[in-house]
């Protein structure tokens, strides 16, 4: 899988956390695989968009509309390189940030009200790749043995989120790291922000 599917990988590793037997099945009429699991008493319906990703917004919102799901009860799991690998980051709404998929989203929902999980791929190192290609790289050998720790840290933040806890997700996860030992403070200095 490649790092633009990161999504996708969380939500095979939350299907299997739920535990609900079921699996991803293709929906011509949303254009989407879907696949249903429960929490408790509460059907969770978990939505992969097969159309391009900066599509994603017609499936989301098909998908939403049919289980007559509010956008304020959708949760989008989705990649980001302005993050460093393996951060987790939690908001409970907000802008698109320049990613075109949660541009979609936001467009075919009709609000930026809803709570999104951003899981950091990095930013390519050096200049020798283009980000669209580095993107839609697979993980490198290193990183693919990180993802299942990565993988279980963003299905906790979206257990928290489930039980309207995204404060407390926000506090847990929305930790700044240094992204590399040169981005650290020294003696005590305050990071730049």
Known sequence: MNRHNVGFLFLDRLLGKLGSGDSFRFKSSFDAEIAEAR????RVWLVKPQSYMNLSGGPVARVASYYKTEPSDVVVVYDDVALPFGSIRVRP????????GMISIIEQLGTEAFPRIRIGIAQPSGR???????????FDTAERKELPAILDQATDAFELIADRNISKAMARFNKRVAASPEDAPLNGEQPQR
């Open 39 to 42: 929490r408790g008493s509460d």
């Open 93 to 100: 709404d907000g802008s698109a940030g320049g990613h075109k």
């Open 128 to 138: 020798k790749k283009s980000l669209a290609g580095y993107v839609l790289d697979d």
